[in-house]
């Protein structure tokens, strides 16, 4: 786990789309967002105090996260003079760049020098077992989508966020690397050796009180042929209680496959449940969540009658409209 | 790929079984294993010419595969005698072993020192892409199995066989340790990043002649909850244009999972068809190989003359009666 609350670094962010691990963080965990540090034309701001790391320790920060993808993939050295700081003062460093901070030779010795931690949650850092498939206490939702990238974390967050206001127990559990920084946990699956996948979800989602529900972020799809074992991993290891189906309905194809159609909704609820069985009988389907981003209000709300009329299940954008039908639907399993 | 041909080393093997890797290579690649190499008391024998070092060099050896399983884990001290003789002498070593050759200082030293090769196949040696999905040439048939160990890399193997010896273009591809030992080259699946897993496959299964046939070796199932992922990868990597569905009927339970009961042959067929179907909608289930090692021959008959009427697919135990059925239906597609 990384230890919280956070500084938020935001680099020379060029965009707010640089820094959208930042915005994440901000937007779903704000409680560990206590503020910001900003290089010099960064043309980012999470409207965050920004912070020297002087105030940020006096604010009780412990991790600065790196909360911006960095140009080029090089850790540039206006970077390395902030983050060879923070270990200094005292900060651990988090990143979820694809160049692991571990690499860098300067960090890594500063860090050992100082007794610091580097998390790099792009890659695993336990050792999973192999998934026994026995039957967990608690409950579990598993976000499945027809695709790669339509909404599955913004919809078990929201769905999250909607749980714990009406005072029901739930976790997000993180699968990725976004998620993991914005929760300080989590299991980087895309990154886990095959043998020990499902595994890695039986060790993320563990027993819990008969009450308390694990929202787990989806990945891939059992539909996108480059990741879909990674899918199914989360599908046996997750062994869910319920699962949302997840949709981008303005796809021409499946993400980074031109060749590929994306499936039907009832389709991927249909495949889905099917082998959700296999580790839990009892699983059902109990809900739609539609990225609606791309669409007028009005195209949207016809879109999930639609949905909800096809599919018999309630349908919405948890994001634009709220995660209440999905709750609802979650709290009468 | 590893070089051929092979001595096989049966250490101290305390029984046939331990030997089972050398005898896979003896009964499926005879040309590779020119000769074995056995320590005192070891009761493993394949029948070939007891080699020394300097024997197999002169017959042309190119590598030592280490044909037998250690036990305890440990390479032992006798072991390595060997070994490191085999090094100097200018052979490479290939070796399955959990325990990996690269992590043992004196045969990495001698390796780097002679340049000699050390094949430690459980691991990948190769940095594989992600999946593209795009529709490769040549034909594929995966092994699909309803439970782990039930006879799929036999049954590809066989069939290798019987479509050689009729002049039919085939290749097993291997995903396995013992696979690879056998043919020389493959991948190592359960030990791939889960991003990577169908493009391992891809890579495995490259274009090919429009008549030639790949035989993919399957891994677990999925309906295996602990491995599923990687058979869905392997589902999905392979494209495959004909599946045969494995079998092994005495089972009491899903191996390793007490709790689990295994699949029908007919459930496995569907689940896997259909996708299989999002790689390639042309793919078709052509027969069914059933294990039966346990079971008497007119028990066995009768078994496989039932499975034939009740899924309307030619069923065979290929490594007793032949694989003939199952090419017949192959050469159909």
Chains 1, 2 share one sequence.
Request: charged share 20%; hydrophobic share 45%.
């Amino acid at each position: 786990m990384i230890e919280t609350p956070y500084l938020l670094f935001l680099g020379d962010a060029p965009d707010m789309l640089a820094a959208k691990v930042a915005q994440g963080i901000k937007d779903w965990r704000p409680e560990y967002a206590v503020g910001q540090f900003r290089l010099p034309g960064c043309k980012a701001d999470m409207g965050l105090p920004d912070m020297t790391l002087a105030e940020a320790k006096a604010a009780g920060v412990k991790t600065l996260v790196i909360g911006v993808a960095n140009r080029g993939g090089i850790v540039s050295q206006s970077w390395k003079k902030v983050l060879v700081e923070a270990l200094e003062e005292g900060f651990d460093l988090a990143s979820g760049l694809h160049n692991l901070l571990r690499d860098e030779e300067d960090l890594a010795a500063v860090a050992k020098a100082t007794g610091r931690q580097l998390h790099d949650v792009r890659i695993p850092s336990v050792k999973y077992p192999i998934a026994n498939g026995e039957k967990r206490t608690g409950k579990r939702m598993l976000a499945v989508g027809t695709d790669c990238s339509v909404g599955k974390m913004y919809t078990a967050l929201c769905m999250e966020k909607e749980m714990r206001e009406r005072g029901m127990k739930a976790s997000f559990r993180a699968t990725g690397q976004t998620g993991i920084l914005i929760t300080g946990g989590g299991v980087p699956l895309d990154a886990v050796i095959a043998d020990f996948m499902a595994g890695s979800i039986e060790y993320l989602t563990p027993d819990n009180d008969a009450d308390h529900w694990d929202l787990i972020e989806g990945q891939g799809s059992l539909y996108h042929v480059s990741y879909s074992g990674v899918t199914l991993a989360l599908v046996h290891g997750g062994q869910p209680d319920a699962l949302v189906i997840c949709h981008e309905p303005t796809r021409p194809h499946m993400r980074g496959l031109p060749g590929y159609k994306l499936p039907t909704i009832a389709q991927v609820r249909d495949t889905a449940l099917a082998l959700a069985r296999v580790a839990n009988p009892a699983c059902v389907a109990v809900g739609v969540s539609i990225n609606t981003q791309h669409m007028a209000d009005a195209e949207a709300k016809a879109y999930l009658a639609e949905v909800e009329a096809e599919t018999g299940l309630p349908a919405t954008d948890p994001f634009r409209y709220g995660a209440g039908k999905l709750v609802d639907a979650l709290a009468a399993v």
